[in-house]
């Protein structure tokens, strides 16, 4: 079935530094999201992305939480400066229009020390 | 603010035998409703999505909405030692922000 690829798969980083996850989202999908999961918990929503701008974000996506997808490229969450209660597993998705179905990643998984 | 609950947290089943799972939602503007399934270490992956009353069948797997009572549910027939995993129910308005249930913790034991 269609794939998402999400890079890197993990990630280690110093509290207040910068970290940027790369999502490859399924080719044709024009719906992007990303979701916040700590360990094997509820997958809570963080934002939705179509068209160039963020349609829906939630309390978790913080100020220092920013997305873009430059050019086609990345679906891209940066989150500057991180924080100690950024440390979990982000997923992304896609799907080709609102409501249909979401194809996630495998995941990265973000320790922040 | 929707809220998703679902029941049971865990469940055992035989192998052959089957699974139910309940989601109940808060919101009776839910729209979309999805169940997803989450093996250890990985991300999960869309099972079924139902957005009208009554009975949806794909293979072993059945799911039941009712929105006036505010339900959803997951039926998986003849289960199989790989169907163990984590179940979750979503769902969305229109606005295509989905909220998530806490999860259903599925062991199919041979």
């Known amino acids: 079935g269609p794939k998402v690829l999400q890079i890197p798969s993990h990630q280690i980083i110093d509290m207040g530094q910068m970290v940027t996850l790369n999502c490859d989202p399924v080719?044709?999908?024009?719906?992007f999201y990303w979701y916040k999961q700590i360990l094997g918990q509820q997958m809570e929503f963080l934002v939705n992305?179509?068209?160039?701008?963020?349609?829906?974000k939630s309390k978790l996506f913080k100020d220092q939480f920013s997305v873009e997808r430059p050019d086609g490229s990345y679906f891209t969450l940066k989150i500057q400066p991180t924080a100690l209660e950024d440390s979990a597993v982000y997923f992304c998705?896609?799907?080709?229009?609102?409501?249909?179905?979401?194809?996630f990643g495998p995941g990265t998984r973000l320790l922040v020390l | 603010q929707q809220k998703v609950q679902q029941s049971p947290e865990s469940l055992i089943v035989p192998e052959g035998g089957m699974a139910s799972l309940n989601c109940t939602f808060s919101d009776r503007n839910s729209q979309y409703f999805w169940w997803y399934r989450q093996h250890s270490g990985e991300g999960p992956k869309a099972l079924m999505?139902?957005?009208?009353?009554g009975d949806k069948k794909e293979g072993r797997f059945t799911a039941h909405l009712n929105k006036a009572s505010l339900h959803v549910s997951l039926h998986i027939k003849d289960s199989q030692p790989s169907d163990s995993a984590l179940y979750f129910c979503a769902t969305s308005g229109g606005n295509y922000k989905p909220t998530f249930g806490k999860g259903t913790s599925l062991v199919v034991h041979p």
């Open positions: 999505s139902i957005f009208s009353n």
């Open positions: 080719s044709n999908h024009l719906y």
């Open positions: 998705a896609s799907s080709l229009v609102g409501g249909d179905t979401q194809y």
């Open positions: 992305f179509y068209n160039g701008k963020v349609m829906e």
